[in-house]
């Protein structure tokens, strides 16, 4: 992928940028900023180069209609505030605006189309409408990693019309994620985590040739748990997952990586209840297994002692409840003290309210807000926002 910053004259050229800025509202009132704030370094690099910057992005899922609820607004008066410049939202439909008016007042260098799927075309990546947007600009950044996983026409066609770069948050994502799908500092490690073991089967499969190492934690290490002869109690399990799980462990087998489950656990009768912890022969038909017990966390420790690369992505327990969020926190806390010896990238929503929660957020080396984007990447799969860049 080219990048933006490669580019040798960006003064007075009008730049289409491609964010994802789909952040959560409540009340009109932006609830979580992370997106924008990590996007701040691209748009500030373009105000230093004196270009004239146009702004696409989203928020929710309006289905090709106009929906008031999620307009841009709110987060074009945070970015105003953020970048300490007039920033102004264009109400009118993209259709009816001459793109050779939208800079007519001498003070406006930085303007917002609404919300990109108000437009159906947008999500059917239509030709026509990918060819109108391109009129606008001179030249198209895509600084939207997280939405690159979609082949839209503000990722994916418009490309074919506009001489194409990556954003620095984008590159930054790639490079990071490359560190843990290719260009691997070894050992590597992966901590992987979620309730479903058929959401992250793919990943899990994909990884297993590169990785030394994969711990299962969550609520689908209770399925490895159950399929090892272990009693789960009551505990949050998928069905039918043995030949999932039976073939996981015969993949590794065959790549000599080292699959990891719990020891020990920590368990409830309740979600809201008070921990206990238990070995595994000493779980009861009414427990909740709902957190990894201390010798798995210093289990899992040793590991990363010995790691020189680690990827995160889901919670080792239910960290809603404090009681049961000790083994993330401490995991994440183990990470942040080896971040001078080991290269960290984490991914995924929950795990990041748990490195908010551990305060550890900052301190590892990458962490991706990417959803779907980001596991399908660690899948393999192409993304049709990179390979348009390509």
């Known amino acids: 992928m080219k990048k933006i910053e490669d580019f040798k004259d960006l003064y007075q050229k009008k730049v289409l940028v491609r964010l994802d800025l789909n952040v959560p509202l409540k009340n009109n009132q932006i609830t979580d900023t992370t997106r924008i704030d990590k996007i701040l370094p691209t748009l500030n690099f373009l105000i230093q180069q004196n270009s004239k910057i146009i702004i696409i992005s989203h928020i929710g899922r309006p289905k090709g209609k ?4 999620l307009s841009m607004a709110p987060v074009c008066e945070y970015l105003s505030k953020k970048l300490s410049k007039k920033v102004d939202l ?13 800079f007519d007042k001498s003070d406006d260098k930085i303007v917002f189309f609404e919300n990109i799927r108000f437009y159906e075309q947008e999500e059917k990546n239509d030709e026509e409408f990918a060819k109108m947007l391109s009129k606008f600009g001179e030249i198209f950044v895509n600084d939207a990693f997280s939405c690159s996983h979609r082949a839209h026409a503000s990722v994916d066609k418009i ?5 194409s770069y990556c954003g620095l948050q984008m590159s930054t994502e790639v490079d990071a994620l490359k560190k843990v799908t290719s260009d691997i500092n070894r050992p590597i490690t992966c901590i992987i985590g979620g309730s479903k ?39 949050l399990k998928e069905d039918n ?12 087998k065959e790549n000599k990586c080292n699959v990891l489950i719990p020891t020990d656990v920590s368990v409830g009768k309740n979600l809201e209840d008070s921990k206990t912890i238990k070995t595994l022969n000493e779980i009861e038909k009414d427990d909740l297994i709902l957190d990894i017990g201390p010798k798995t966390i210093k289990l899992i420790c040793s590991v990363l002692d010995n790691s020189k690369t680690v990827l995160w992505n889901g919670p080792l327990g239910y960290f809603e409840n404090p009681n049961f969020a000790i083994g993330s926190i401490e995991i994440a806390k183990k990470i942040v003290d080896l971040k001078d010896k080991i290269f960290s990238v984490a991914g995924g929503g929950d795990t990041i309210a748990v490195l908010n929660q551990a305060g550890a957020f900052k301190n590892l080396n990458f ?16 993304i049709p926002g990179i390979k348009a860049l390509n």
């Open 197 to 235: 073991i058929s959401t992250k089967i793919s990943v899990i499969k994909n990884l297993i040739p590169k990785f030394e190492n994969i711990v299962i934690v969550g609520g689908m290490a209770n399925n490895f748990l159950e399929y090892s002869g272990h009693n789960i109690g009551k505990s």
């Open 241 to 252: 997952c043995n030949p999932i799980v039976e073939e996981i462990l015969s993949l590794a």
């Open 367 to 382: 962490v991706s807000t990417a959803g779907g984007a980001f596991l399908e990447y660690l899948e393999g799969k192409e």
């Open 90 to 102: 264009l109400n009118q439909n993209l259709f009816e605006i001459k793109p050779q008016e939208i």
């Open 66 to 69: 106009t929906n008031s609820a």
């Open 159 to 163: 490309t074919k019309y506009l001489p």
